[in-house]
Structures are given as C-alpha cells and as structure tokens.
C-alpha cells in the first residue's frame, strides 16, 4: 500500500512523540512492504508563531491532499491566561475538525493486565473492562456562537445540535456495538438540557434499526461516576461533544496512564489519528515523555486502511516494550529510558 | 435554640432517606435541648402529580419563612425520555435554588479510613483525601435560554455568565481555603469556552484579595482524572455549575459509596441541605437505601447554625454505625439492616 500522510506534531511533547510513531510506521513500511510519505506541516501555537494563524491554509490544504494525518498535541497555557487574545492554538484543531468534517472521535479504553498495577483503581473493579467512547467532534459547545459583551463583564457560549449531526455519529456507534457486546450507552443531561433530549429522541430513533443493539441512558454525573465504579458495564459510549471530552479523559485513568491512550478522528472522507494527551509544555525536549499514545495512534491508523496484521504488529510492539519494562517514567518511576529510547525499541522490535 | 425546617422529601427515596435525617435531627433536640420544627411539603414529581407545578407556590413561600430546608431527592425517568413534556421535576429544584439565591453548592470529599476497602480506588491513592467542590448553582447552562424548533430537529441550551455571579461565590471559595490548606484550584475549559475565560479573569482578580491562598487552574478534562489519580491534590475546588455536577458525583467515588454525600447550598439568607444521591426509583419503598447521606446533611445544617457540638454528634453516631456494620448493602453486601434500621441505630446513639 501508499500512503500519503500529514504529520502535524503541534505544541510541546507533540513533535517528538511524533517522531516515535513516525520511526514505527517507517518499520512497518519496510517489513511489510508499504510506502508511506511523510509530509510536515505547522499546527497550533508553533503555527502561531510562525504564521499568525494556528491552522495556515498551507496545512489545511496538505491535509485536503494526503490520505491521512497524524497529530500530536496543541496548547500553550500563555493563551488561556489572556482573555483578550483572540487567536488560540486551539482553534487550529478545532477548525481542522471542523474543515474535514472529523465528526466522530473514537477512544478504546482497555484494561491491560500488564499495567492494572499502574492504574489507581483496583484491579477486581478493572479487570475485564473493554468500551469505546463515540465522542461527537463537530457541534455542541465547541463550535456554538460565543459572546462576550464590552465591558467584559458577561460571556456566553451556545451548545447546539441538529438531528443530522447525531444521526451520523450515531449510526457509527451502532454499528460498532453490533460487531462487540451489542449496547449503546447514551450519556446526557436530559434532566436539565434541550440538546440532550434531542439527542434521546434521534439516538432512540436510530436505535430502532438496530433491533439487536440495546440502548441504555445515563446521566453525566452518574456517568463520571459510574465509569470508575463499574467500568465494565459499559460496551459503546455515546455522548456529545464537551462530555465526550470529559468522559474520555477521565476513563484514561483505566489504563494505567493517559500516555498509553490513542484516539481515532473520523469522517466521510477524512481520518486523523492522535495520542488523547496534551502538549505538556513542562516535559518539552526532556526525552521523558511516553511515546506509546502516539504510536498506538499508528495502530489505529493502520486498522482504519485495512492493515489488521500491521496494527497488531504495532500493538504486539508495543506491549513486548511493556513487558520488557522498557516505558517511560510515567509508567515506571526508576525507569532509565526516555522517549527515543522506548520508540527506538519498538520500531526495532518490529 | 429553636428552628423551623421546611421538609422537602420528594421522590423516589427521598421521603425514606429524610425521615431517618427528622429521627436523627429530632434526637439531637432532645438531647441538646433545641426546639426543631418540620414542616413538610411537595417538589418534584410528586408535586406535579399533586399540584400540576414542580414548586408549588405553597411550597416556595413555606420555604421563605423557614429557617432552613432539608431536601430529599426528585426525578421521575418518565419525563427524561418524553422530549414533549414541558414541565418536569428537576424544574422544582431548579426554581427553588434560584429563587432562594442558592448560589454555592458546596460538597465535601473525604476518605474515610473506615470505608476505604469500599471505594473502587487504592488506598494508597486516596489515603489523606480532604477536600471541598465549590460549585456555582445559579447560573450557567442550567439557567441560560434553551430552545428547540418547531420541527424539533434542532436543540440549543445557553451557557451564560457575569462577573457578579463569579464573584460571589468565589469570595466564599477564598474564605473556606483560609481556613484550610490555603488552595484554590479553578476548573474550566478556558482553551475553548469564554464563559471559562470569563471566570479565570475574574477568579484571579478576587485572588488578589487573598495572598495567602494559592490560586491554580485546571482544564475539566484533566480535572475528571486528577481526581481519580491524585486527589490529596485538592483543597478547594471551585467551578460552575455544570462542571460542579459532573466533578462533585465523580469525587463520590473517594468517599466509597454516593450514599455517604451531603451537600449544603447557601445563599444570602437561605439554606438547603440534601444528600447528593438522586431519587433511585428503583430502591423505593424497599428499605434498602442508605440513608447516611441525608442523616449528614443534618450534621452540615448544625453546623451552619453554629451548632458545631451537635453537628459532630451526629458524624459521630454516623461513624458508630459504619464501625458496627450497622449499614445497608451498598457497604456491605450481605447486611441485614435496611433503612429504617440504620436510621433507628443513629438516632438511638444520639
Ligand atoms: C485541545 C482541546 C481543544 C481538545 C478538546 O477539548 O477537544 C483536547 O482536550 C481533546 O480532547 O482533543
Ligand atoms: C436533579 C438535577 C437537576 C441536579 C443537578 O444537576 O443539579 C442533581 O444532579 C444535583 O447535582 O443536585
């Protein structure tokens, strides 16, 4: 296979956990036979920085242009102290989302045998737990009309949803369900929010073409508590976009470590894959930060184009890297090696 | 001391749980000497069903010549999965926070150490784990304009802020952590929201006013697994209102079981105590639900009127009954008390 793909490696930690999924994709290329290009482009406050915008057109059009993108991570906290500045690095994501139609983020969380030691939860609560999170990427809060009046002294930000935008992430999460344990659980504020009733209404009607899959409810707050106290009741996660957010980094701690989580942005005709972690501006250029998220990013990449046997390699890779305690501080307090050094033995081991 | 208690027990367990908190409230006046009036009335379902209102004009001006309101739970899932229904439950909570000024939400967290083998985390992780969730209760999405078209294909809620209503409850937050561990960490999403931005400019404006406490801020995404990964972190936490309810039921989890959390709301001149549990439909009339939390929302009314001995008389008598096992199933899976028989044991300890 060829592939063209968009490396956008952002703020932070992103570039050089980037490199490392690089190098394990560049591995897997070699082994198995496959092209893949690699095209650099500018994203968030580097953009910024660069350009003055934190997507330039230069990097939305690669993006147009390549058969996928990966991504590392965006932010500088200098932007969210200043409630003046009017260009964020964050925008940059949000409008790549947004451009790309990447309607649904999708967020595996597993328990890993190997690391339920490393997890703050106990293992007889974790063990067994195996759910998606179907995270809706284009509307809710995020991309409502946002307001702030003159004086500063009042703000608002509009959460909005249409039918369609449910239906599609919908149908999505359906069918993934169908091809798993076969249960949607829908997760909402419909006690208290307009757009979460509409999102009862439309889930429940797509739900009747799926007569197999069972559809269950959960408020939010139940929810944030639920996901640590029985984990394993859940199958398919389904919610908006800003409790998409909050879920999903919250069931990171499952895991064992949020440097082991990767995520899959998809649309109709556009995909992006990203470790679920932030820029982590104090970690920068100190080879301390885990490059696992962004390499299982790869995993994901390769199974969305077909390559099952290569994801698996990559995840086989990774987990030969866990069991060999060859990981990051963050998953082994005394451990000697660093980000290049774990990327290196992944890519060399596969 | 004499008081008069408005009773607003709702649905579900709520009438179960608050008579079990009216034995133990009833108990520390005999013993204290305190003349404690109750005086009950509907909300929520159960009014709707009575009167066609969630809050009753009856209800809301008993509530205006109390001194205090003890309140059970409401909810009926009936109305969550009718988008039609115009009037619902929630509605009579919602009203009587905002129209008793109720702007503070404020949850305690704690560890016990007698119940840490019930919470789903280690103990080594939650062991030292006191802090305090202040949460906005007047403002935010639950009070912004919602709509939805007439085709009912569109939905939006509106998140609104202003500077007084931060304000306000900031000052309390700042107070409570002088006389604490002298932290403040503010929760938001100030990389994408503008009410967020909003709250860190007026947030750090008011911690100017108080040097000695430490002011730090934290995205809600990373907050849902710092609370999992390191509470001890946390002195007070302080956020809107949404956000307050999704952190404040996930924390429940450090305690061991939702059915040990109370929470106060204050305003001006009002104030309301209830468990933070729901109205669990499903446990009604069961004698199963623990009715620990409502009994603590006793102990946290004392202690706002000063009456700090009675206020831990009661965390005492609470504490006899989790030592003796005198508890319902949710901490002990084969007990044989229910209800009833955990609240008789309280108030007889008193
Ligand atoms: C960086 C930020 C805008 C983003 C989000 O909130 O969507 C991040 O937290 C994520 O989850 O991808
Ligand atoms: C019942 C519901 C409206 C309420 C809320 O969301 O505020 C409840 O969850 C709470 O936290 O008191």
């Known amino acids: 296979m060829n592939l063209k793909i968009a490396v956008l490696s952002g ?38 920085e660069k350009t003055g915008k934190p997507l330039p057109e230069q990097t939305l059009n690669l993006c147009r242009n390549t058969d996928s993108i990966l991504f590392g991570a965006i932010g500088d906290s200098k932007y969210d102290n200043d409630p003046s500045a009017k260009i964020r690095p964050e ?73 369609e935008e449910i239906v599609k992430i919908s149908h999505l999460a359906f069918k993934a369900a ?26 429940t009607e797509v739900a009747k073409e799926y007569p197999d899959v069972t559809l269950e409810f959960l408020y939010i ?11 394993r009741q859940f199958d398919i996660l389904l919610t908006d976009n800003l409790f998409g957010d909050i879920l999903s980094d919250e069931a990171s701690v499952i895991s064992g470590s949020i440097g082991l989580m990767s995520s899959a942005s998809i ?14 501006t104090e970690a920068r250029g100190k080879n301390i930060a885990n490059p696992i998220a962004s390499i299982l990013s ?3 990449l390769l199974e969305h184009f077909g390559l099952v046997t290569e994801s ?16 990051t501080v963050d998953l082994k307090v005394d451990s000697q090696f660093g980000t290049n050094e774990v990327g290196d033995f992944i890519s060399n081991y596969i």
């Open 11 to 48: 703020d932070g930690i992103g570039p050089e956990v980037t490199l490392q999924a690089k190098k394990a994709l560049h591995a897997i290329g070699v082994v198995y036979n496959h092209e893949f290009v690699f095209e650099d482009a500018y994203i968030g406050a580097i953009a910024i």
């Open 91 to 163: 925008q940059g994501l949000l409008k790549l989302r947004k451009e790309l139609g990447l309607f649904a983020n999708i967020r595996p969380i597993k328990a890993y045998p190997k690391l339920m030691n490393s997890s703050p939860i106990k293992k007889e609560v974790l063990q067994g737990t195996d759910f998606v999170v179907y995270r809706e990427l284009n509307g809710g809060m995020y991309f409502g009309e946002k307001h702030t009046n003159e004086e500063g002294t009042y703000a608002s930000d509009l959460c909005e949803y249409n039918e």
């Open 178 to 203: 169908q091809n798993r344990r076969k249960k949607v659980t829908l997760v909402d504020k419909a006690n208290v929010l307009e757009t979460s009733r509409l999102w009862r209404r439309v889930v």
């Open 221 to 231: 707050d139940n929810a944030s508590m639920q996901i640590i106290v029985n984990p």
């Open 267 to 280: 649309g109709e005709k556009y995909s992006l894959f990203e470790p679920i972690h932030g820029c982590y």
């Open 298 to 300: 790869v995993a994901l």
């Open 312 to 327: 698996k390699k990559v995840i086989a890779a990774v987990e030969k890297a866990i069991v060999s305690n060859v990981v």
